[in-house]
């Protein structure tokens, strides 16, 4: 099926297929038997006999009876269980690993006690590897069994996800968490990652979970899509060689002669594409993780400097490199500010009058949205010290400056809610950027233009 006729049906919903059909696949002959083990528990764990079943095929995958060949059949099979139960089967699977297959207590203190007394003999090190394994859970070894089969990778992303979902209704589940996150930071380490160019002539079923994946600005149509893809406007992904048709991050860039003030300029369907090769500026406009379960990981700040890297060499015109970034705490914090708290900005309503008085005439409140966003970016801080705003944390960790703050340059229905429909240029200044790194992260310190300075005077 070509783009063009998947077109027709403007944008194609692509349902989350999760791994079960590759799980089938690797035992082929023996699938039935896999099938079998799976329908002797019941899908939703409700009895105590299921419970018990289940413990028993968690051990069996610790302690395989047969060689490799068996611990590779279990594996599988206990993968497609957890894929083939109700959602309440599943919290019972999580639970159960959770909670049943902790680090043995009783163990540890012995090996601490042994390797105390010989931490100081030349057999220290042997001390050290015998502690180390008994401090490993029995659910961390089930977990990276699952990691040598082909769709092992996304199971376990797949299952962080899931994960993360529960949590915090079950708080047995965090060491669980913790573990997979471990795992994936291990597995999901940059240096195992490529990085790809996205283009209009790639496989349409990358192209569709383009659509379905950005999570900045919403993907109305192909068109649309094979805008963003044109010439001056790029697309670049990390992907796993284990999730090879998974993109795990991409990052959506133009290139542009002059720094971008507005989203709409920048995603014009009608604006005629500009030559590449004389553009002076490159703009990162949108990126968007695409694995839940890959939360917390690290990803984008290396992405962003890849991406530098390669376009400074493709594209020698190219000096300036600078976001175009939504604001996405903005309107939630403002929603909090009493008049009290803003009449020490020279601002006489509160922060829910104004934003109920932005639905009649937003033009009205521009200067104190402006003086009230430049204040959200440079005052107000996380617990951590750092900036309140997620966004501009992100940027402002990796070494960016706050560049300017621009007036309606998102006037989609989610940039008014969000940011007020105020965008803000981070600039990635090369020379600078390891200084302004650690001048943030160490004290707390956020680099900013003159330009954001004189909001808050005005």
């Given at each position: 099926?070509?783009?063009?006729?998947?077109?027709?049906?403007?944008?194609?919903?692509?349902?989350?297929?999760?791994?079960?059909?590759?799980?089938?696949?690797?035992?082929?002959?023996?699938?039935?038997?896999?099938?079998?083990?799976?329908?002797?528990?019941?899908?939703?764990?409700?009895s105590s006999r299921d419970v018990d079943s289940l413990v028993l095929k968690m051990n069996e995958c610790l302690n395989p009876k047969g060689g490799e060949v068996s611990a590779r059949k279990n594996t599988v099979s206990l993968g497609n269980l957890y894929l083939s139960l109700s959602e309440a089967g599943q919290i019972k699977f999580l639970q159960t690993l959770a909670e049943k297959f902790n680090p043995d207590k009783t163990k540890i203190d012995e090996e601490m006690k042994v390797y105390k007394k010989n931490q100081d003999s030349e057999s220290s090190y042997k001390f050290e590897q015998d502690l180390i394994k008994v401090l490993e859970s029995?659910?961390?070894?089930?977990?990276?069994?699952?990691?040598?089969?082909?769709?092992?990778?996304?199971?376990?992303?797949?299952?962080?996800?899931?994960?993360?979902?529960?949590?915090?209704?079950?708080?047995?589940?965090?060491?669980?968490?913790?573990?997979?996150?471990?795992?994936?930071?291990?597995?999901?380490?940059?240096?195992?990652?490529?990085?790809?160019q996205i283009t209009w002539d790639s496989p349409a079923s990358l192209l569709e979970k383009l659509i379905k994946y950005e999570a900045v600005h919403k993907i109305s149509s192909w068109g649309d899509l094979k805008n963003r893809l044109d010439s001056d406007h790029l697309c670049f992904a990390f992907f796993h060689y284990k999730i090879p048709n998974e993109p795990l991050i991409f990052v959506e860039v133009a290139l542009m002669n002059e720094i971008a003030d507005s989203i709409q300029h920048v995603l014009d369907e009608s604006v005629p594409s500009s030559d590449p090769s004389s553009a002076s500026t490159?703009?990162?406009?949108?990126?968007?993780?695409?694995?839940?379960?890959?939360?917390?990981?690290?990803?984008?700040?290396?992405?962003?400097?890849r991406v530098v890297e390669k376009l400074s060499q493709e594209f020698k015109s190219v000096k300036v490199y600078a976001t175009l970034s939504p604001v996405p705490g903005f309107t939630k914090w403002l929603k909090n500010q009493d008049v009290a708290l803003l009449g020490k900005l020279n601002i006489k309503q509160s922060g829910t009058e104004i934003l109920e008085s932005i639905k009649t005439n937003i033009e009205c409140?521009?200067?104190?949205?402006?003086?009230?966003?430049?204040?959200?970016?440079?005052?107000?801080?996380?617990?951590?010290?750092?900036?309140?705003?997620?966004?501009?944390?992100?940027?402002?960790?990796?070494?960016?400056?706050?560049?300017?703050?621009?007036?309606?340059?998102?006037?989609?229905?989610?940039?008014?809610?969000?940011?007020?429909?105020?965008?803000?240029?981070?600039?990635?200044?090369?020379?600078?950027?390891?200084?302004?790194?650690?001048?943030?992260?160490?004290?707390?310190?956020?680099?900013?233009?003159?330009?954001?300075?004189?909001?808050?005077?005005?």
């Open positions: 099926m070509t783009k063009e006729s998947l077109a027709k049906t403007d944008i194609v919903k692509v349902e989350d297929k999760k791994a079960t059909k590759g799980f089938f696949k690797i035992l082929g002959e023996v699938a039935d038997a896999v099938r079998s083990w799976v329908g002797n528990i019941g899908p939703d764990l409700s029995p659910r961390s070894k089930i977990l990276k069994q699952f990691i040598s089969l082909p769709e092992g990778l996304k199971f376990i992303v797949d299952m962080r996800s899931d994960v993360l979902k529960l949590k915090n209704q079950y708080k047995s589940l965090s060491p669980l968490e913790n573990e997979l996150k471990s795992i994936l930071c291990t597995l999901v380490d940059v240096d195992l990652l490529d990085l790809h490159a703009i990162f406009y949108s990126i968007s993780n695409t694995q839940t379960g890959l939360s917390g990981i690290s990803l984008g700040n290396f992405l962003i400097k409140e521009k200067q104190s949205l402006l003086k009230l966003c430049a204040h959200y970016l440079l005052k107000v801080k996380s617990s951590g010290g750092g900036a309140y705003d997620p966004v501009a944390h992100f940027h402002l960790s990796n070494g960016a400056s706050i560049k300017q703050i621009n007036w309606m340059a998102d006037t989609s229905e989610k940039g008014i809610s969000q940011s007020a429909g105020i965008m803000v240029n981070y600039l990635y200044e090369l020379p600078k950027i390891d200084n302004n790194h650690e001048n943030y992260m160490i004290n707390k310190a956020i680099s900013h233009s003159k330009k954001v300075s004189a909001m808050l005077k005005e």
